[in-house]
Each structure stands twice: as structure tokens, then as C-alpha cells.
Nanobody, 124 residues
Framework: QVQLVESGGGLVQAGGSLRLSCAASGSTFSNYVMGWFRQAPGKEREFLATISRVGYNREYADSVKARFTISRDNAKNTVYLQMNSLKPEDTAVYYC?????????????????WGQGTQVTVSS
């Protein structure tokens, strides 16, 4: 079992930046591929970024590739999402997830554990 707790969300103006953190506990963090997803009101949860177990492989959704950066610190059992040049359409609840599957996982079903989410609101 892995417990995940996101933090770092909030209200930011368009063009601003936020860094989300996701702290893991309960199991060996480096055993898991980690991902970030988001869900806007009335929309399905969508993939944003994923990072491999030791951090060498990172993949992004096209919509955020040039603006968001995923990273992890296995010594701190934490995964991060640095978000720059934020837009109003980035407003959503952001979730981190841990999966036992292959690196590069983009589907929700490939992730076994989820955090409770953190709200990000970008004002215009």
C-alpha cells in the first residue's frame, strides 16, 4: 500500500508558476512509476506527466510539455510538478498517482494508488 498526499496548489494569476509536491509513504517509493493527472469540472481526468522509477525517463502530454516539469526525489519519497506559464485552462484538481507498471504509463488504469488531489486555480 502507498499513501500519497499532494500539496502546493492554490490561486495564481495567468502566466504565473506553482510547484506541486506529492509525498509518499507506506511502501518503497522507488518501486513505483509516478504520474500527475488533473481533472477539471465536467471533464475526465487527464494524463499530464510521468516519471520512471529512478527518474531517467519522463513523458508529458502535448498540452503541457513545454511548460510543466516532473521530477522526483527518492530520498525524500516525493514527486514534484513544476508548472510555469499557467493558463486559466489549467484550472483543475491535480492528482499524483503511483503505479507498478512500465515506465511511460499514461492510462489511469496503469496506476494503483492515488492522492486526494490539490486544487489549482488560474485567474485571467
Amino acid at each position: 500500500q502507498v499513501q500519497l498526499v499532494e500539496s502546493g496548489g492554490g490561486l495564481v494569476q495567468a502566466g504565473g508558476s506553482l510547484r506541486l509536491s506529492c509525498a509518499a509513504s507506506g511502501s518503497t517509493f522507488s518501486n513505483y512509476v509516478m504520474g500527475w493527472f488533473r481533472q477539471a469540472p465536467g471533464k475526465e481526468r487527464e494524463f499530464l506527466a510521468t516519471i520512471s522509477r529512478v527518474g531517467y525517463n519522463r513523458e508529458y502530454a502535448d498540452s503541457v510539455k513545454a511548460r510543466f516539469t516532473i521530477s522526483r526525489d527518492n530520498a525524500k519519497n516525493t514527486v514534484y510538478l513544476q508548472m510555469n506559464s499557467l493558463k486559466p485552462e489549467d484550472t483543475a484538481v491535480y492528482y499524483c498517482a503511483a503505479g507498478s507498471g512500465p515506465q511511460g504509463s499514461r492510462r489511469l488504469s496503469q496506476y494503483n494508488y492515488w492522492g486526494q488531489g490539490t486544487q489549482v486555480t488560474v485567474s485571467s
